[in-house]
C-alpha cells in the first residue's frame, strides 16, 4: 500500500506539473509569432505538443512502475440470462 | 464527386464490420473467453472521448483560433493523470455498488435518492441531446460533402434541401437500431456490454487511422513537410495571427477545466471509463495510453486547417469539412472516402455509447422509479419484468435518436460543432461537483446535491440553451441582445454585466459558482438522513473497507423469506439467472443445504446489489423494501452498527500503533527479566558459597573439639597443635564473617565512610609494616616505589589501608615460597593516584581475569586444585574502589605473575 500511495503522490505532483506546463501565462511565453520557427515549426507549437509529450511520457514511467492491485477483480464473464 | 451508391454501400459494409465485431465479443464473452480483457482494449474504447466533433470540429477551430482547439484533449491528459486518485476511486466505488450509470452513482450516494437519480438523467438528456445532434449533422453533411462536391462544400449542412433532412434521419433511424442491437440485447446483472466495447474500440482505431492518414496526405502530399506547410503559412498574415495566442484569448483555462470534468462526468465517459471497466489495473495504462491518443489524434488538425486555408480562398469552404474537402480537392477520392468513414467511426461510437449510457438511466432512474412506486399493484402482477425493462430501454434509445434529430432539425443549423459540443460539455460538468464532494467529503448532503445540480443546470439553460433558442427564433432575438424582460443585467451571454469571457467561459463560472456554492452551503446547513450517512461513508470509506461495504447487512435481517426474495429477483432477472446468483451466494457462503425460511441480512443485500447492477440503486432498494415483512432492523441501528464498525477501524490502528510500544517495551522488559534471572542466580551462588565456606572452619573447629572431649588422654603437644588449628580456624571464620558484612555493606551503601585527605604513599606503608611477618615467614621481599611527593586523595583511610592489605595479602599468597617478591608501585596520573601491587606468582589464566572481581570467584591452585581463598577480598577492593570514584583491573600473564591496579581520585582543588 505505501508504494500505491506513492505512485498516487508522484501521479497529483504530475497533475500541478501539467497545470504549470499548460497555464496560459507559462504558454504565453511561449507566444512569439509566426516567424520564429523551430525545425520549420512555430515554437508555440512545438512547445505545446512537446511539452504534452512529455507530460505524457512521465505518467506512463509512474504508472507503469506502480504496483497492481493485488485484488481480483470480477471477470466480466457475462452467463447473461438471454431474453431477447 | 463519389457516386452516392458507393457512399452508402461503404457505409454499410463498414457498420456490417462493426456489428460483426460486437457480436463476436459478445459472442467470446458468453463463452468466458472475454475479448475485452486487455488494457489496450480498454484505452482505445474511453478514446470514444473524440467524436466528429473532434474529426471535423477540431480542424474548423484550429482554422478559427489556432491552438484555441488544444484545452479539450489537455484537460483530460490532466484529469488523467489524477486519474489513479480520483478515477480509481470512482471505479471502485461503482464495483462495489454495482453502479450502472453516473445517475445510479449520484443517486446512490445521496442516500439512493429517486429524485436525484431522476434529475441526473433529465439533466443529462437534455443536456446531452445537442450532442447528439451534432453527430447526425457531422454525418450527413459529410455525406453531402462527398456526394456533391465541390457545388456544395461551403456550407457545412444544407438543411434547406429536403434531401438533407432526410439523410439526418435515415441516420437517426440507422443509428438507433445500431444502438439497441448493441446495447440492449439482454439483461444483464453485470451491466457489461462488451460486444459494445470491442466495436468501439475498433472504431477509436479507425478515426486515428483515418485522421492521421488525411493529415499525412495533406502534410507530405500536398506540401512538402511541416516546415514547407508552416513557412508558407507564415507568410499570408490571417494564417500566421492563428500561429499566436493572440487568437485563443481567455479561453483557454477555462476550457481546460471544463474538459477535465467533462472526461468523467458526460454519460458515455462514465459507462467506458467506469462502468465497462473490467479490471481496476487497466486503468494503469490507460491513464497514459488515452492522453497518448489524443496527442495523436491532434498532431495533424493544426496542418490540416492551415492547408485547407491555404488551398481554398477565404469562405469558398467551410472550415469543419476540410478533412473531406482536401483529398476531394486534390484527386484523392478514396482517401476522401476512408476520412468519411473515419468521421462516421466517431460519430457512431459517440451516438452508440451514449443513447445506451442515457437509455439506462432513463430505465433506470428516471421510468422504472415511477413505476414501481405508483404502479406497484400493476406490475406487481407480472411475471417477468425483464422484458418491460428491454422495452423501456429500446424505446428510450428511439426517443433520444429521435429528438436528438428534432434538435438537429430545429436549431443544430445556427452553431459550428464546436459551440454544440461545449454546450454539452458544460452540461456534464454540473455533475462534478456533486460527485467530487461526495467522494471525499462525508458532509455533502442530498439536498445540497439536489439544489446544487439543479442550480448549475438552470444557470447553464439560461445562458447557452435558451440564447441557442433564441438565436434559432423560437424565442425573441432581444432576449440575448437586452436581456429577460429588457433588463441589461440578465443578459445571457453577460449575467450581472460580465463580459468579454466568451460564452462557454462565462456560463461555467456562473453555473460552477451556484453550483458548487449551493452544494457548500447547504450542505453545512442540513442534517442528514441515516440512510445517507450510512452511503456517505461507504462512498468516501470505499478502500478503507476492503472494497466489501460488508456493513449494514443487518438492516434486512430476518425480515424477508427466501421464497420471496427468489420470485422477486426472477421478476428482473429471469429464473435461469436468478436460479445461478442464488447458486452462487450458496457457493460463495459453502452453504450445502438449500437455502430456506427467512433470508439472511447478507443474502438480501447481495440480491439487492446484483438487482441494482439491473435497475438502479435507488429502484432495487424500493423493491426490496416492498418485500419485506417487517420493519427489519432500524435505520438508527445500522447507523450505530456502521459508527461501530468506523470506530472498531479507529481502535485497530490505535491498537496497532500501541502493540509496536508495547512489543518494544516488553523487549525491555525481557531484558531486565534476564538480568533478574542472573542476579538471582548469584544471589543462590553467594549463598551456597558463604555457607560452604563456612562450613569448612566449621567442621574442622567441631572434630578436633569432639578429639579433644572423647579422649581426655591426649597428650599436652598434641592437645596444643590441636587447639592451635582450632583457633587458626576461628579466626578464619571471624574474617571471613567480617568480609561478608563488609561486602553487604559497601553493596548495599551501608558502610560508613569516613572521608578525609589520604596520604596513599603513608596508608601503603602502614599496610606493609603491619604485614610484615607474614611477608618474613614465607621469605618474600616488598618493593615500594613511589614519586617523591603524591597529592593526597581524597578517601576513608582505614577502607583504603583494608584495600592494600587485601592485594598485599593475595600478592603474598600466589608468591611462591623462598623466591617471593611483591612490587608495589605508586604513579601520578592527571586526575588519580594509580597504585600497582605485582608479584612473581604463577599469573592469572586470561579468560579469569574478568572474573576475579566477582564475589567467591576463586582461582584455583594449579598445584592442589584447590581454592586460595575466600573469594571475598578483591570484591570487596572492587567495592571500596569504586565508591572512591576509581577504578580496579588487573594484568597477568600466566607464570609471569600478575599485577593489580587501581586508581583513587586527587582531592579537587
Not at chain 2, 570487596?876 to 574502589?881: A, E, K, S
Amino acid at each position: 500500500m505505501k508504494d500505491d500511495n506513492r505512485s498516487s503522490e508522484r501521479l497529483v505532483a504530475l497533475f500541478l506539473f501539467g497545470m504549470v506546463l499548460f497555464n496560459p501565462l507559462v504558454v504565453g511565453l511561449f507566444d512569439v509569432g509566426a516567424e520564429i520557427r523551430l525545425f520549420g515549426i512555430p515554437v508555440l507549437f512545438l512547445y505545446l505538443f512537446i511539452g504534452w509529450a512529455v507530460l505524457i511520457g512521465l505518467i506512463a514511467a509512474v504508472a507503469e512502475s506502480a504496483p497492481k492491485d493485488s485484488k481480483p477483480t470480477s471477470p466480466p464473464t457475462r452467463q447473461a440470462g438471454r431474453n431477447e | 464527386m463519389i457516386p452516392g451508391w458507393l457512399i452508402a454501400v461503404a457505409s454499410l459494409g463498414y457498420l456490417t464490420l462493426l456489428f460483426a465485431i460486437a457480436y463476436y465479443g459478445d459472442r467470446r464473452s458468453d463463452e468466458g473467453r472475454s475479448l475485452i480483457l486487455n488494457p489496450y482494449i480498454y484505452a482505445f474504447s474511453i478514446a470514444v472521448y473524440c467524436t466528429a466533433w473532434t474529426f471535423y470540429g477540431s480542424v474548423g477551430l484550429a482554422a478559427r483560433s489556432g491552438v484555441g482547439f488544444l484545452p479539450i484533449y489537455l484537460g483530460p491528459t490532466l484529469m488523467f493523470a489524477f486519474g489513479w486518485v480520483v478515477l480509481r476511486k470512482i471505479i471502485r466505488i461503482s464495483k462495489v455498488h454495482h453502479i450502472t450509470s453516473i445517475a445510479d452513482f449520484v443517486s446512490s450516494r445521496y442516500g439512493k435518492s429517486h429524485v436525484l437519480g431522476g434529475l441526473v438523467s433529465v439533466i443529462a438528456v437534455i443536456g446531452i441531446m445537442p450532442y447528439i445532434s451534432l453527430q447526425l449533422d457531422a454525418i450527413s453533411a459529410s455525406f453531402n460533402v462527398l456526394l456533391n462536391y465541390p457545388e456544395l462544400s461551403n456550407s457545412g449542412s444544407a438543411i434547406d434541401l429536403p434531401l438533407f433532412g432526410d439523410t439526418a434521419f435515415w441516420v437517426a433511424v440507422l443509428l438507433a437500431v445500431f444502438s439497441i442491437l448493441f446495447g440492449t440485447r439482454h439483461i444483464d446483472a453485470t451491466e457489461h456490454h462488451e460486444g459494445m466495447v470491442a466495436a468501439i474500440a475498433f472504431e477509436s482505431v479507425v478515426k486515428l487511422v483515418a485522421f492521421i492518414s488525411v493529415g499525412v496526405f495533406v502534410t507530405f502530399g500536398l506540401f512538402d513537410g511541416f516546415g514547407d506547410l508552416f513557412a508558407r503559412a507564415a507568410a499570408e498574415p490571417t494564417i500566421a495571427k492563428l500561429m499566436t495566442m493572440e487568437v485563443v484569448g481567455a479561453q483557454w483555462a477555462p476550457l481546460t477545466l471544463l474538459a477535465m470534468l467533462a472526461v468523467f462526468c458526460l454519460p458515455r465517459q462514465f459507462q467506458v471509463t467506469v462502468v465497462e471497466n473490467v479490471d481496476e489495473n487497466h486503468l494503469n495504462k490507460a491513464i497514459w495510453l488515452f492522453p497518448l491518443y489524443l496527442l495523436l489524434i491532434n498532431i495533424f488538425v493544426l496542418p490540416i486547417a492551415f492547408g485547407g486555408l491555404l488551398r481554398f480562398p477565404l469562405g469558398t469552404v467551410d472550415a469543419d469539412t476540410y478533412v473531406l474537402a482536401l483529398p476531394l480537392a486534390e484527386g484523392a477520392p478514396a482517401l476522401a472516402l476512408f476520412a468519411f468513414i473515419g468521421g462516421l467511426s466517431a460519430a457512431t461510437g459517440m451516438v452508440i455509447v451514449a443513447t445506451v449510457a442515457l437509455s439506462t438511466m432513463i430505465c433506470n432512474d428516471l421510468i422504472m422509479p415511477v413505476l414501481l412506486r405508483f404502479a406497484w399493484l400493476h406490475l406487481s402482477e407480472k411475471k417477468d419484468l425483464s422484458g418491460l425493462l428491454l422495452a423501456i430501454r429500446r424505446g428510450s434509445i428511439g426517443f433520444i435518436l429521435l429528438i436528438g434529430y428534432l434538435y438537429f432539425v430545429l436549431i443544430g443549423e445556427s452553431y459550428a460543432l464546436v459551440s454544440i459540443g461545449l454546450v454539452s460539455f458544460a452540461a456534464a460538468a454540473q455533475f462534478a461537483p456533486a460527485i467530487l464532494a461526495g467522494m471525499y467529503w462525508k458532509g455533502a448532503s442530498h439536498r445540497g446535491a439536489l439544489l446544487a445540480i439543479s442550480g448549475g443546470f438552470l444557470v447553464w439553460a439560461y445562458t447557452l440553451l435558451l440564447p441557442s433558442f433564441a438565436l434559432s427564433g423560437w424565442l425573441p432575438a432581444g432576449f440575448v441582445e437586452r436581456g429577460a424582460f429588457g433588463i441589461e443585467l440578465l443578459k445571457p451571454y453577460a449575467l450581472f454585466g460580465l463580459d468579454g469571457l466568451g460564452h462557454i467561459s462565462h456560463a461555467l463560472f456562473w453555473s460552477l459558482l451556484v453550483n458548487v456554492g449551493t452544494l457548500v452551503v447547504v450542505s453545512l446547513l442540513d442534517r442528514q438522513s441515516m440512510i445517507e450517512r450510512i452511503q456517505a461513508t461507504l462512498f468516501v470509506e470505499v478502500f478503507r473497507q476492503g472494497g466489501t461495504a460488508g456493513v449494514g447487512a443487518n438492516i434486512w435481517q430476518g425480515s424477508v423469506s427466501v421464497s420471496d426474495l427468489r420470485s422477486m429477483a426472477e421478476r428482473f432477472l429471469g429464473s435461469e439467472r436468478t436460479h445461478e446468483i442464488f447458486a452462487e451466494y450458496a457457493r460463495n457462503k459453502q452453504l450445502d443445504r438449500p437455502m430456506a425460511g427467512n433470508a439472511s441480512g447478507e443474502l438480501v443485500q447481495f440480491v439487492e446489489r446484483r438487482l441494482s447492477g439491473v435497475i438502479g440503486a435507488a429502484s432495487a432498494r424500493v423493491m426490496v423494501a416492498s418485500t419485506l415483512k417487517g420493519e427489519g432492523v432500524g435505520l438508527e441501528e445500522l447507523m450505530q452498527i456502521l459508527d461501530e464498525t468506523s470506530q472498531v477501524l479507529e481502535y485497530s490502528r490505535q491498537l496497532e500503533q500501541k502493540s509496536e510500544q508495547l512489543e518494544h517495551a516488553s523487549s525491555e522488559l525481557k531484558a531486565a527479566n534476564e538480568r533478574l534471572t542472573e542476579l538471582d542466580q548469584m544471589k543462590d551462588d553467594f549463598l551456597s558459597t558463604v555457607t560452604h565456606e563456612l562450613r569448612t572452619p566449621l567442621t574442622s573447629i567441631r572434630s578436633f573439639s569432639e578429639i579433644l572431649h572423647d579422649t581426655p588422654d591426649l597428650g599436652l603437644s598434641e592437645r596444643q597443635h590441636f587447639l592451635g588449628i582450632i583457633i587458626r580456624e576461628s579466626e578464619r571464620l571471624t574474617r571471613l564473617i567480617n568480609q561478608v558484612l563488609d561486602l553487604t555493606k559497601i553493596e548495599r551503601g551501608r558502610m560508613e565512610w569516613q572521608m578525609s585527605d589520604v596520604d596513599l604513599a603513608e596508608v601503603i606503608d602502614h599496610a606493609v609494616s603491619s604485614m610484615h611477618h607474614l611477608f618474613e615467614e614465607k621469605n618474600v621481599t616488598v618493593d615500594i616505589r613511589q614519586p617523591e611527593t603524591i597529592p593526597p586523595v581524597r578517601g576513608d583511610r582505614d577502607q583504603l589501608i583494608q584495600l592494600a592489605i587485601n592485594l598485599l595479602s593475595n600478592a603474598e599468597k600466589f608468591c611462591p615460597g623462598g623466591n617471593g617478591r611483591v612490587e608495589v608501585a605508586l604513579e601520578s596520573g592527571p586526575k588519580a593516584l594509580t597504585v600497582s601491587v605485582a608479584d612473581n606468582g604463577p599469573g592469572i589464566p586470561e579468560h579469569e581475569q574478568e572474573n576475579i572481581f566477582e564475589k567467591f570467584h576463586q582461582v584455583r591452585s594449579d598445584q592442589t586444585g584447590n581454592p586460595m581463598g575466600s573469594g571475598l577480598g578483591l570484591a570487596i577492593c572492587r567495592g571500596i574502589v569504586e565508591h572512591l570514584g576509581g577504578r580496579i583491573w588487573v594484568r597477568s600473564k600466566p607464570g609471569n605473575g600478575a599485577t593489580f591496579f587501581f586508581t583513587v581520585p586527587f582531592v579537587k582543588q
